[in-house]
């Protein structure tokens, strides 16, 4: 091989190479090479995809307080630490947590809300009970309806006892006008007995006058 030869050989790689060069610059190399894509979405996960929340039927109780019972599930494949008001637990997979809150509340109240978090408060909601004003308001009436029948025997007269004060009270009088009347007939006996005294002494004949009339005859 002679220097023209050899000369040429180093053109032509030349060639070659910035010919490549320029085809990858231009997106074109998917002519000469094979590639993968994989495409995906990311979505955060809800409440509703972790827990499982169902809530039985509120009871009402005395002076507009209520009771109602709360249970969350965990469905996931981990482990959520959870907490409804002021009661707390960490949760397994498939595990259930049972909540009673009571609570007393304003008896126009409508609706009543707890708050629920997890998860470091990833989970962070309200759940909210709408309440029946009837049987709220019907906790109030009650109570009213109780006192009132104290109210009105407080303020009724007691016929009984005034009767019973009118009957001791009439042996009372009697006895004293009984006295009275004792009294007056004792009095009227000793005048009469002091006046029969002296008319018995006016016509009784005086021992001493006898013997003057014997020794005169």
């Known amino acids: 091989m002679n220097k023209k030869q050899y000369f040429t050989l180093i053109q032509f790689t030349i060639l070659i190479y910035c010919l490549f060069f320029i085809v990858g610059k231009a997106n074109t190399y998917a002519w000469f090479t094979s590639e993968i894509k994989a495409s995906g979405k990311i979505t955060n996960a809800t409440t509703k995809d972790l827990l499982s929340i169902s809530k039985k039927e509120v009871s009402y109780l005395k002076n507009c307080e209520i009771s109602q019972v709360i249970s969350i599930k965990n469905i996931s494949n981990m482990e959520i630490p959870v907490q409804l008001e002021n009661e707390q637990k960490i949760l397994s997979p498939g595990e259930s947590f049972l909540a009673k809150i009571n609570q007393a509340v304003s008896c126009e109240k409508t609706e009543v809300s707890y708050h629920l978090t997890g ?19 019907a906790t109030v009436e009650k109570k009213e309806e109780q006192n009132k029948p104290i109210e009105k025997s407080k303020d009724k007269p007691n016929v009984n006892a005034e009767a019973k ?18 009294s007056g007939k004792n009095v009227q006996d000793n005048v009469e007995v002091k006046k029969h005294s002296s008319d018995s002494n006016t016509n009784e004949p005086d021992e001493d006058e006898e013997p003057k009339d014997s020794k005169e005859q």
């Open 165 to 182: 004060d009118h009957t001791e009270d009439l042996p009372g009088d009697k006895t004293k006008e009984d006295s009275q009347a004792d």
């Open 119 to 137: 998860l470091k408060n990833y989970i962070d909601e309200m759940i909210h009970e709408p309440l029946d004003q009837k049987k709220l308001l």
